[in-house]
């Protein structure tokens, strides 16, 4: 279609559309960076956790515990005076999903 009264409205809109992919492509490259840098962060923490927690002070153990543990599970009574109560389960935040 040629119409000359359409082609004004249509080219505008084009440049419209062309400015906002431009806007989510560079979203989308900001946003993969810091995936990247997330990914890079928890690899580290996953492969120097001892050492991490070795030089961590008692409240950022904790802070860094609570963003990893979502929910422990406990038995409900103690095995015995002396060995208490046990773990169960441990719930991590960002334990993965099975499927089946």
Sequence with gaps: MKDPELMPLFSEKLKEQQQEKLSFLQQLEE???KLVNTISA???LVKN???ILK?????EKKEL????IQEIEITPSAVSRK???KITKIHLHFASRRKG
């Design 31 to 33: 946003t993969e960076e």
């Design 42 to 44: 928890l690899n580290y």
């Design 49 to 51: 956790i001892d050492r």
């Design 55 to 59: 030089q961590a002070g008692s409240e």
């Design 65 to 68: 515990l609570q963003m990893i």
């Design 83 to 85: 060995e208490g109560r």
